[in-house]
């Protein structure tokens, strides 16, 4: 088996892709922002798989040489998944908060492992779907957009705006790597990871009062009950629509891009469809009527989704060996767990 280093270990996808190295058998040495963040992440793996991995402490990405020493520490790895990157629209300096770090973080993991890494086989980055197409361009359905395509938004513009920065950031970063490359010409190849909104169960712990992003839009409708007399307009909830893909498949996704030969150069585009919030209200209200939430506008969500860009992900679909979960599957696991999790405290 081989040795597996992975930034950003704590992340919600990252722990299920050290989740399946581990269970491979894979030995995984995971960086993390802080001492208490890396015994956190270690005290989830079960008894079986902790002598297989360890983790490194990397406060800042975006330092010079930020992970110069945890390489060195690591010399013989074979294969390096960087999914490290900061995500928040919380920002008054987009560049500072997320551009510089999403650019610098790829920059320092490049140079370092190609400096100090002699038997480095491949690079993984987890992009995003945000570097195929702007925050703009998302929502305009007479555009389209498949594997070899890119944002068109600019540095100057990135600055001014959060979201605009953190789409940016991505496609600046994922280009960068792949520039290294052609430049640099190190012993790795590499692959990308572009994944859309990601939805699913956490790994191995799930705290519903501390949910990610992307799942606090399930976790918050759970909280929507309709009570008596109260029309289910009367309780708001932010209708977001855009791709959705489960967070398991995405960590399949990068050890396919770990090993597979078919893989090396591409760029995996994880989708597996459209989502709006109403419809995932619709699938936890025919799963879970129990719960008595609000209805909001049932049978409303392929309207909702009608503004956004055709998307096509036919060439990873047709490189990846399974069929990707369904928004039904994932939304009724990721309840299932909160609710199980509710149960417990």
């Known amino acids: 088996m081989a040795k597996v280093f992975i930034t950003g270990a704590s992340g919600f996808i990252a722990q299920h892709i050290v989740k399946l190295l581990l269970e491979q058998g894979h030995q995984v040495i995971g960086t993390v922002r ?3 963040k890396g015994e956190q992440l270690a005290s989830y793996i079960p008894k079986q798989f902790k002598s297989s991995f360890t983790f490194e402490i ?14 060195q520490r690591h ?22 908060d997320l551009i510089i770090p999403a650019i610098q973080g790829t920059k320092n993991i490049l140079e370092g492992a190609n400096k100090y890494c002699p038997q480095l086989q491949r690079v993984v980055i987890t992009s995003s779907d945000a570097a195929i197409y702007s925050n703009v361009d998302e929502r305009n359905n007479k555009l389209f957009f498949n594997e070899q395509s890119w944002n068109n938004i600019k540095y100057a513009d990135a600055v001014k705006d959060a979201v605009a920065a953190y789409y940016g950031a991505k496609s600046f970063a994922e280009k960068l790597a792949w520039e290294f490359l052609l430049m640099e010409t190190p ?24 949910l990610n992003v992307s799942n606090a839009l399930i976790g918050d409708l759970l909280d929507k009950k309709q009570g008596a007399g109260e029309s289910s307009s009367e309780v708001s909830f932010e209708n977001e629509i855009g791709g959705f893909v489960d967070v398991r498949d995405v960590a399949r996704a990068h050890l396919f891009a770990m090993t597979d030969a078919n893989a090396s150069g591409k760029r995996l585009f994880m989708t597996n469809g459209h989502f709006s919030v109403q419809m995932m209200l619709d699938l936890i209200n025919q799963h879970f009527p129990q719960l008595h939430l609000i209805k909001g506008t049932p049978g409303s969500g392929e309207k909702d989704i009608s503004v956004l860009a055709q998307v096509e992900n036919k060439a ?17 696991d990721t309840v299932q767990q909160i609710l199980d999790s509710k149960s417990k405290l």
């Open 34 to 36: 802080s001492q208490a």
């Open 58 to 71: 990397v406060p800042d990405i975006a330092a010079p040489h930020a992970f110069d020493a945890a390489l």
């Open 75 to 96: 010399q013989d790895i074979e294969f390096l998944l960087h999914t490290a990157s900061p995500f928040t629209y919380d920002t008054v300096n987009p560049e500072r």
């Open 187 to 210: 012993r790795f190849d590499l692959v990308a990871v572009n994944p859309s909104y990601v939805f699913g169960p956490q790994s191995w712990f799930c705290d519903p009062a501390h």
């Open 316 to 332: 990873t679909k047709q490189l990846l060996p399974w069929e990707f979960n369904s928004l039904e599957t994932i939304v009724v």
